[in-house]
Each structure stands twice: as structure tokens, then as C-alpha cells.
């Protein structure tokens, strides 16, 4: 860890100062300190002001931000960043006509990824998903919520959860691990999906718990993968386990999954394009976060976007997530996913950042180290190359991110 100073700071959006997620009014309130520096001292923030304010630094990096925009870290709430292969083939499908669905009922979409990762070795699998954590952090990403998932097998959901944990351990991103074994029912077992679920249950769970290897357990309760009552049983085990959960909720049409998720107290409900007022309120009065995907809507040609203006009216605490994953979202860009979360949804870029920011960082349970620029929190920045934060979901399709640091050490910077 280094001891940075960094000069010149057009605007620095500090996000302080409150202590609760966002919602309502507050979504929009950045603290930006205008012509600002800040000092980090071992990998923590020591000192937030303005530059004629700044104090002498000896035996300090330097950084001169030549009057730019910095931000803290981008923190990814929702993501599935170990797989292997790409499924550009079914893309020109989706393009050609066929859905989702009839996609998958080929055998295609998650099982086809699931065939091509359980072939994989873990050792190559980590080369690959390396490859994924570096695109994500080249856009500002400095956290991750990481969910395993193309297993779909004890052996293979454990692979893919030790490929999670070795990447922790090689400090480029923060990730924070969900196990995701309740994706989709693996070949093997589609004429008997109970016995899956039984797996799930007596054996999958237990295993990731006892292991410590997930904070979360997520899973798709849509009408065509899990029903609520199957997600119900699985959920109600892995929290008995220990695991705070996490649901894919009412993403390709209304189906409960919110519902469900208030239920059960969930930490979050994610996608929720299909939610219905009833269901928002649900998740008010359980204090259950939602987590939005635009990125998927846009990928696979959809037009039903989350209804994020009457989240906010209702006083929801809104999180945006890229969804990066081979299939419906390969999106390593959150500032993407901002631009999408304005054009599509009609949220503000202050919204935006702070959906993508602190409240991503409330949803993952980490907000007193990541998310707010302020004194004694992690120094996980980000600066981007333009002079007014708007500016970052303006230029939509275009990274503008010109230096990463995290912990206080540089992870990428633009040559």
C-alpha cells in the first residue's frame, strides 16, 4: 500500500456524510467538494479538503488529477464473473428472433455455459475469470458481489467458488462470494428436478456453509426455473445455514419473487422488471434493497425496463449492478449500465452514481469501509478523464476511467 496524494481535482463526489442508504431526495445528494485534494495513508483515506487547504506531504506518490472528476469506487453489486467459453452464437439467435427461453429450452443459455465450465479445470478457470476481473476493474470496479452458479454440481460449484476466493486473495477487486447453485436445472437432472433440489438442500448448501466459502446464496426464482415454493425451501435452508440471501426476482415476468424476498427478509431482490406495486411496497416495509440490471434489458432486446422512478417515489434505496455474465448482460461497465439507468429509466446521473456507490455498497453489508469518500475508509478511487461527473453516463459506450486505485494502490491505469 502506498501513500498517495492526489492534487487537482476538479470534483470530487464524496458521497458523505449520511448514515443510511439513499432513498427519496437523498439519492441525489453527492457532497462534491469542488478544486479538492485527498491524502491516503496506508491504504486508507486520511484526509478530504479543499486544495488551498492541503497540507505539506512529504515522501507522498503524487497523482495530478488535472482538474478531473474522482469518485469512489464503483462497486458492482451483481455479477457472475466465473465461466468459461461466450455465447455469441445464441446473441445472433436473440437477434434472429428467438427468446430467452426458447433459447434455453434448446439446451442452450446457462446450460450451455454450465457444459463448458465443468470441462474446464480450475486452474484454467481462474486464468479465464481472471481475464473478467480485469475488465471489470479497467471501468472503475472496485468491488464485486461474485456469485458461482455454472457448476450446477457440488464438484463444480465448489470449483467455482475456490476460483472466487483465489482471486480475492490476489487483491486487484474486492469480492464479496454468493453461492448461485439454484441457477437452472443441469441436464442430468431435468427429468427429475426434485432430486436436484434435494442435492441443493441435504448436500450443496451444507458444503459451501460449512466450508465458509459464501456470505450469500442466491437463486433464479422465475416460473420456468424455480417456483417460489421450491425457492422458499431453498432459501429457508441456506439462511438457516447461515447465508443472508439474495433473489433473481420477477426478471421475465411477475411471478412473487419480490414478494418472497420481503418474506423471507432477503438482503436484496435483483432485476424486478415485472414487479407490480404490491411488490414494491413489499420490499419497503422488509427493508429489502432492490438491485436493478438495465444491461440485461438491453442485451437481450427487451423493452420492459425496472420501473426505477416508482422505486424511488415509494422510497426505495436503489442499487444498480452490471449483471456481467456470458448470456443475458457481458457488460463489464458500470458507467454503462448508469448511462442505461438515465436514457431507460429516467434516473438522474446523481442517482445513478450513488445507485452504483455507497448503496451498492449498503447492499453487500460493507458501507462503513467502501463507497463514501471520507476520513478512516478504504481509499478505493477512481478517476475519470472529464470535468463534471455527468459526463460519465453521458458519453454512453465510452470508458472514460483513466486511473483505478484500490486500497490504495494503483490496479489500472490508462498508458
Not at 90 to 103: A, D, F, N, P, R
Not at 222 to 234: G, N, P, Q, T
Not at 296 to 305: D, I, P
Request: aromatic share 6%; proline share 5%.
Amino acid at each position: 500500500m502506498e501513500n498517495l496524494v492526489i492534487t487537482n481535482i476538479g470534483q470530487l463526489i464524496t458521497l458523505a456524510s449520511l448514515p443510511l442508504p439513499r432513498s427519496g431526495d437523498d439519492l441525489s445528494e453527492l457532497s462534491i467538494i469542488e478544486n479538492a485534494a485527498l491524502v491516503c495513508r496506508s491504504g486508507i483515506i486520511d484526509w478530504v479538503g479543499k486544495l488551498d487547504d492541503l497540507p505539506s506531504m512529504d515522501n507522498y506518490k503524487a497523482i495530478d488529477a488535472k482538474n478531473s472528476v474522482v469518485t469512489p469506487g464503483l462497486v458492482d453489486a451483481h455479477t457472475h464473473p466465473v465461466f468459461a467459453g461466450t455465447r455469441e452464437q445464441e446473441y445472433e439467435l436473440k437477434i434472429l428472433g428467438k427468446t430467452y427461453q426458447e433459447i434455453a429450452a434448446l439446451g442452450g443459455g446457462i446450460r450451455s455455459t454450465v457444459r463448458r465450465t465443468r470441462a474446464t479445470s480450475e486452474e484454467d478457470l481462474l486464468k479465464e475469470s481472471r481475464n473478467h476481473i480485469d475488465l471489470l476493474a479497467s471501468h472503475g470496479t472496485t468491488t464485486i458481489e461474485a456469485k458461482s452458479g455454472y457448476g450446477l454440481s457440488l464438484v463444480d460449484e465448489i470449483k467455482s467458488l475456490q476460483v472466487i476466493k483465489k482471486l480475492n486473495q490476489e487483491n486487484k477487486l474486492e469480492l464479496i462470494p454468493t453461492f448461485l447453485g439454484a441457477h437452472e436445472i443441469p441436464d442430468e437432472y431435468r427429468n427429475s428436478r426434485d432430486e436436484y433440489i434435494n442435492l441443493l438442500i441435504e448436500e450443496m448448501i451444507p458444503a459451501v456453509a460449512k466450508e465458509n466459502l459464501a456470505k450469500y446464496c442466491d437463486i433464479f426464482c422465475e416460473s420456468h426455473v424455480f417456483s417460489i415454493d421450491e425457492s422458499r425451501r431453498i432459501l429457508t435452508t441456506a439462511k438457516n445455514y447461515g447465508l443472508n440471501l439474495r433473489l433473481h426476482a420477477d426478471q421475465l415476468k411477475l411471478s412473487g419473487g419480490a414478494r418472497l424476498a420481503a418474506e423471507l427478509k432477503a438482503t436484496t431482490a435483483d432485476h424486478l422488471e415485472h414487479i407490480d406495486m404490491e411488490g414494491i411496497m413489499a420490499l419497503k416495509e422488509a427493508n429489502v434493497m432492490p438491485v436493478l440490471l438495465p444491461g440485461s434489458v438491453f442485451h437481450l432486446g427487451l423493452k420492459q425496463y425496472p420501473p426505477a422512478r416508482t422505486m424511488i417515489q415509494a422510497g426505495l434505496p436503489i442499487v444498480l449492478a452490471t449483471d456481467f455474465n456470458p448470456g443475458s448482460s457481458p457488460t463489464p461497465s458500470l458507467p454503462m449500465v448508469m448511462s442505461l439507468a438515465c436514457t431507460q429509466m429516467r434516473m438522474t446521473p446523481a442517482e445513478a452514481l450513488t445507485a452504483c456507490t455507497i448503496n451498492a455498497a449498503y447492499s453487500l453489508g460493507l458501507s462503513e469501509k467502501i463507497g463514501s469518500i471520507e476520513i478512516g475508509k478504504q481509499a478505493d478511487l477512481v478517476i475519470f478523464n472529464c470535468p463534471d461527473y455527468r459526463q460519465i453516463p453521458y458519453f454512453f459506450g465510452t470508458n472514460l476511467v483513466n486511473t483505478v486505485i484500490k486500497q490504495g494502490m494503483i490496479t489500472f491505469q490508462k498508458s
